[in-house]
């Protein structure tokens, strides 16, 4: 069971960014989702249920990050528009216990080693 995030980058201000966690091992279409950052405290961004017809979003990301899955692709996304100082960090998907997603970081099994994201401000 394996988590792979990529497309971390230096950014410019007001710039975008998509990020993308491929799954493996495990059925991705039953779990729900979430990207955490870690800057340095971990903060939970976006979540989707397993089927992605729900999801959740941060305050500091509202408006800003869209988070969606493929489940024939078994990959998780995270489009990132209109960047600020305040994105830079590492970014993490996670995999929750169930399919429904949780707000707690305790309730996610399994995690991906991250991708740096900074904004060049």
């Known amino acids: 069971e394996r988590l792979v995030e990529s497309g971390g980058a230096l950014v410019q201000p007001g710039g975008s960014l998509r990020l993308s966690c491929a799954a493996s091992?495990?059925?991705?279409?039953?779990?729900?989702m979430a990207w955490f950052r870690r800057a340095p405290e971990r903060e939970l961004l976006a979540a989707i249920s397993a089927n992605g017809d729900t999801t959740y979003y941060a305050d500091s990301v509202k408006g800003r990050f869209t988070i969606s899955r493929d489940n024939g692709l078994n990959t998780l996304y995270l489009q990132m528009d209109n960047l600020e100082e305040k994105d830079t960090g590492l970014y993490f998907c996670a995999r929750s216990e169930s399919t429904m997603y949780s707000l707690a970081h305790y309730s996610y099994d399994n995690w991906g080693q991250g991708t740096q994201v900074t904004d060049t401000s």
């Open positions: 091992g495990f059925t991705f279409s039953l779990y729900a």
